[in-house]
């Protein structure tokens, strides 16, 4: 017997009917057959999207945040409910729609009481008709407060949500309450002891009020030592709003010391966004990676895809990163990571540092400025990645112009003091076709470079790219500068059917 349609599909059994018991049988093989094959031709289908992705609290909050769900059905009606698990404790839940048969909205609510400071991974599990998960992530931490044009103290427990300085074991979380609308820098935030945190994130949403301004008082350092390292990094995405983010004190220090953290900078949806680190003593960080605008570093990026975040504005995916970082004026930055492909995939290279790496590109400029001293223990850098730029007549990458009578240095090895594995710029490898190349002007000729290399990329292309998409580099260097190279490649077409790097 054959299915109409679906030659592939074919069952074949006895016509053979000794016993009423074989004829039974039959009937059953015809029935199971075809409701596999059927099942195999339309399977359901579902995905669910929330916003916020993150939601942040403070460790002693008593209260409930509203998280706003859609959730799309395809390929049939079997009814599809959602749970939420990995509810640590203190934290419960309700959806005023739980039940679903065709694609709808449903609002989550959180109730949380006293959650243990850090992350906590939640999934909202779709389940019946069809199954799927979303991952929502739940931070707590000790919380700044504040008031426009007042300064506090990190010591201060009135600085703090709860009236409790934060300690080793906490996230310290910067969001937009105590955020500041002063465009000159007001220091509302002074570190006015040695101290040591798990993590430090900056979250603020608000287009004014949008700058916080730490300062870190002469002799005093900020450790930060947990997995979570340092970020700044919204709870939603598509947030339309620029944030700026001041670290300063000239005889002061922050470590960010933790080989399975990273340094990350996640502002999407191209707003301007500054880390300036300019007015700091010293900035010294141990980390896996220092992702400075690249997707690739966004917590849960592949589960938000797989669930209909794209261009939707109300799910959008995060994309379109332009950060613009100043170092302080000693930098010593070491990060750990080695790509597991060795720097050849040519969907995915992941840096030890990357400045710009977007799936979904934009042509506004990603920048960096280096301090006086600085010095770079990595297996591999990249300035300007997949669609992504950094290319104003100045420079994308360059010192600092306010140091330049201070003969500024940067020093590049491999985490060892050897070479390094790969030094790129404008490195286009990303997992399908580009409408947006990469530009990037890196010029250190205001400073000396010292750098030992095993490859060099100047503009290196990616699979699929042959939508006219371009990969540009430019690097100069002062007289005197040593780039100690194995391998130099200025122009790679590793993918044979691109014609623009």
């Known amino acids: 017997m054959a299915s109409a349609g679906r030659p592939d599909d074919r069952i074949s059994i006895s016509t053979s009917q000794r016993t009423l018991g074989t004829g039974r049988l039959r009937v059953f093989v015809l029935l199971f057959a075809f409701a596999s094959a059927s099942s195999a031709w339309a399977q359901q289908m579902v995905t669910v999207s929330a916003q916020p992705v993150r939601v942040t609290v403070p460790d002693s909050f008593t209260g409930s945040t509203l998280v706003t769900n859609s959730v799309t059905i395809g390929g049939g009606s079997s009814q599809v409910n ?142 930060i030592t947990g997995t979570n390292g340092f970020r700044m990094l919204r709870d939603a995405t598509g947030v339309a709003g620029q944030m700026n983010v001041k670290i300063g004190g000239a005889q002061g220090t922050m470590v960010v010391s933790n080989q399975n953290a990273n340094v990350a900078v996640l502002i999407d949806n191209q707003q301007a966004h500054t880390l300036d680190l300019s007015g700091l003593g010293t900035f010294v960080a141990d980390v896996d990676r220092v992702g400075l605008g690249d997707y690739r570093l966004y917590p849960n990026y592949t589960n938000l895809s797989a669930n209909g975040f794209g261009g939707n504005a109300a799910f959008l995916i995060p994309r379109r990163f332009i950060p613009a970082v100043i170092l302080a004026r000693t930098n010593v930055i070491r990060a750990v990571h080695a790509d597991p492909g060795h720097y050849m995939n040519p969907a995915f290279r992941d840096y030890s540092l990357t400045l710009g790496n977007n799936e979904i590109g934009t042509t506004a400029d990603c920048t960096l400025q280096l301090g006086i001293s600085n010095v770079f223990f990595l297996d591999s850098i990249c300035l300007i990645q997949s669609s992504a730029q950094g290319d104003p007549a100045a420079g994308g990458v360059v010192f600092n112009p306010a140091f330049a009578t201070n003969n500024p240095v940067a020093y590049f090895r491999g985490t060892n003091g050897g070479r390094m594995s790969v030094f790129a710029i404008a490195d286009a490898a990303g997992p399908g076709p580009s409408g947006t190349g990469d530009k990037a002007i890196v010029n250190l000729s205001a400073g000396y470079v010292d750098a030992l290399i095993d490859r060099l990329y100047l503009a290196r292309d990616r699979t699929n790219s042959s939508d006219g998409a371009t990969a540009e580099a430019t690097l100069t260097i002062a007289k005197g500068s040593i780039l100690d190279v194995n391998t130099a490649i200025l122009g790679f077409q590793g993918q044979g059917n691109n014609q623009n790097v």
């Open 82 to 223: 959602l749970t939420v698990v990995g509810l640590p404790p203190g934290v419960g839940y309700s959806f005023d729609i739980a039940a679903f048969t065709e694609s709808g909205g449903a609002n989550l609510t959180l109730n949380t009481t006293n959650v243990a400071p850090g992350e906590h991974v939640l999934s909202i599990d779709a389940s019946g008709g069809a199954e799927n998960h979303f991952l929502l992530t739940l931070q707590s931490g000790r919380m700044w407060t504040g008031q426009t044009n007042v300064t506090g103290n990190w010591s201060a427990a009135s600085s703090w949500v709860g009236g409790v300085p934060p300690g080793a074991a906490d996230d310290v979380l910067f969001t937009q309450l105590g955020a500041q609308t002063n465009t000159a820098g007001f220091t509302n935030s002074i570190v006015d002891v040695d101290t040591t945190i798990s993590s430090l994130r900056f979250s603020q949403t608000d287009g004014t009020a949008r700058f916080h301004t730490l300062l870190i008082d002469s002799g005093r350092t900020l450790w």
